[in-house]
């Protein structure tokens, strides 16, 4: 301010001594110019708290954009690369989903040039798409511009180089960012790509730097959006749904894969078992292959039986005609499984019979492309119940905890099964069937919750992305909205 006032003056000097009209005319742009931003930033700090009064999201949504810009890591556009990193996805498409967000972390952390992903193309499922044909590949690049450099396929220059092959590997599984930064980044000094054969589970949940933690949910909730006739036809979906009344997507992971996978085959036909266990064998990535399906099903690692879905809901109090949207593929079995389920509640659609056959035959023989349709419309859903906790389930059930912590059923299987057994032998009469099942689930409804933390059990703990805690709320302490108990470590219930 002085500097300014001398040189103003000096200025009026050499102009012979004329009065001070040219420094008072700065002085009054000056002063404008100040009220004009203390009026804006109190719009704005009002506008903020009244957005907070009306809808918490709204702030946690601004605040979200300004550590966007202000807090990564690096800026992509200021950082020298260390080289490229390419990744092949495995698995269906909600754990290839978790897997891209894990390696846009990993590539932001040890500064590298990500290759838009590869899609599994040779899983039991078989589906061609291309990561384009499910995500808009352009709003993922152009989203994440900021945060790292994202390229859709490698420079011609590198391709050249490189054409013999270049190295290739899975990285470890649940590691934290000491195993990228000590076992992977001088991997670069020999060669300036690398290619991750296999993503599933690489990154740890816990352990990570918060910023870390972040920009895996800003892929997962903002970068990640589906391609526009994908986005078209589920929103389609939802408003025909939501005409109806208010709706529940069963998440019924009944169909043959999982059956085969996990060998649960508990109210299958003899001939229908033994299909089961041909096909698992037939499939050498799925490891197990003698499985005691009455065991595993008593240990709660089997998917409900439609039979059972439709006991466990009506002992849960769902009324009759709620609308029920069945997120699945082919149910195992086909309508004669879905005898009961339809019994107890005549109001069940599928995709299939809300849409006309051809608005889903460009989807046909798709099945990742089938499954985000599924997707959109659980996450929509006004209740969502998943069947058994494989990956769609958990990612459905993370994106419903951010949006608000829509209601979310979590299903204990390993209780469920108990009581089920108790009750279809007669030792259980319905009404404490009922009241037992409730009971169970009273706080297994999506409430918040601190994620649970099983030191060198990575399998066995909470999955980040069905409980993403550290996008939930802005504060360092998030115990007001989490609770502070199970903060460090859990034992297995």
């Known amino acids: 301010m002085e500097i300014r006032s001398e040189s103003v003056g000096l200025r009026s000097e050499k102009l012979g001594?004329?009065?001070?009209?040219?420094?008072?005319?700065?002085?009054?742009?000056?002063?404008?110019?100040v009220c004009s931003s203390i009026?804006?930033?109190?719009?704005?700090?009002?506008?903020?708290?009244?957005?907070?009064?009306?809808?918490?999201r709204f702030i946690t949504n601004l605040t979200t954009r300004f550590s966007q810009i202000a807090g990564p890591l690096h800026v992509a556009g200021n950082y020298t690369s260390n080289g490229f990193l390419k990744v092949s996805c495995n698995g269906g498409l909600n754990q290839m989903r978790s897997a891209i967000c894990d390696m846009v972390a990993v590539a932001r952390l040890l500064n590298l040039t990500l290759v838009v992903p590869e899609l599994d193309k040779t899983s039991f499922w078989a589906d061609p798409s291309d990561f384009e044909d499910i995500f808009d590949v352009r709003h993922f690049i152009d989203s994440l511009r900021d945060e790292v450099r994202i390229v859709r396929r490698l420079p011609k220059r590198i391709s050249k180089k490189y054409r013999h092959g270049v190295l290739e590997m899975p990285p470890v599984s649940w590691s934290n960012e000491n195993y990228y930064l000590q076992q992977i980044l001088p991997l670069f000094n020999k060669s300036?790509?690398?290619?991750?054969?296999?993503?599933?589970?690489?990154?740890?949940n816990n352990m990570i730097p918060l910023e870390l933690q972040k920009l895996r949910c800003r892929v997962n909730f903002q970068a990640l959006k589906f391609t526009p006739q994908i986005e078209s036809l589920g929103h389609k979906l939802v408003h025909i749904l939501h005409q109806r009344g208010p709706f529940m997507a069963l998440h019924l992971r009944y169909e043959m894969d999982m059956l085969a996978f996990s060998g649960c085959t508990h109210g299958c036909k003899q001939e229908e078992a033994e299909e089961l266990k041909r096909l698992r064998y037939a499939y050498p990535w799925w490891r197990e292959k003698e499985i005691n399906s009455v065991e595993r099903r008593s240990q709660g690692l089997c998917p409900l039986t439609p039979e059972e879905a439709a006991l466990v809901l009506q002992a849960l109090g769902i009324d009759k005609e709620t609308q029920i949207y069945v997120a699945a593929g082919e149910i195992y079995?086909?309508?004669?499984?879905?005898?009961?389920?339809?019994a107890a509640f005549p109001r069940i659609v599928r995709k299939e019979t809300l849409l006309d056959p051809l608005e889903l035959q460009q989807f046909q023989n798709h099945s990742s492309q089938m499954a985000a349709l599924d997707f959109m419309v659980s996450v929509a859903s006004n209740t969502f119940v998943p069947t058994y906790d494989g990956n769609m389930a958990k990612v459905v059930e993370g994106h419903r905890r951010y949006l608000g912590f829509k209601k979310t059923i979590l299903l204990d299987r390993r209780k469920l099964v108990e009581l089920l057994n108790l009750h279809q032998n007669g030792t259980l009469p319905w009404n404490e069937?009922?009241?037992?099942?409730?009971?169970?689930?009273?706080?297994?409804?999506?409430q918040p919750i601190r994620r649970r933390v099983i030191p060198d059990k990575p399998?066995?703990?909470?999955?980040?992305?069905?409980?993403?805690?550290?996008?939930?709320?802005?504060?360092?302490n998030c115990d007001d909205l989490l609770g502070r108990g199970n903060s460090n470590s859990s034992s297995v219930p």
């Open 39 to 56: 009026l804006v930033w109190t719009c704005l700090v009002q506008l903020v708290a009244v957005g907070e009064l009306w809808h918490p």
């Open 192 to 204: 300036k790509v690398l290619h991750f054969n296999r993503t599933d589970a690489r990154l740890a």
């Open 17 to 33: 001594g004329s009065s001070p009209v040219i420094p008072r005319k700065r002085l009054q742009v000056w002063f404008i110019r």
């Open 433 to 446: 069937f009922t009241v037992a099942v409730r009971e169970a689930h009273e706080k297994r409804m999506g």
């Open 333 to 342: 079995g086909s309508e004669r499984r879905l005898a009961a389920l339809r």
């Open 459 to 476: 399998k066995e703990e909470d999955y980040f992305y069905s409980n993403p805690q550290e996008c939930l709320c802005e504060a360092n």
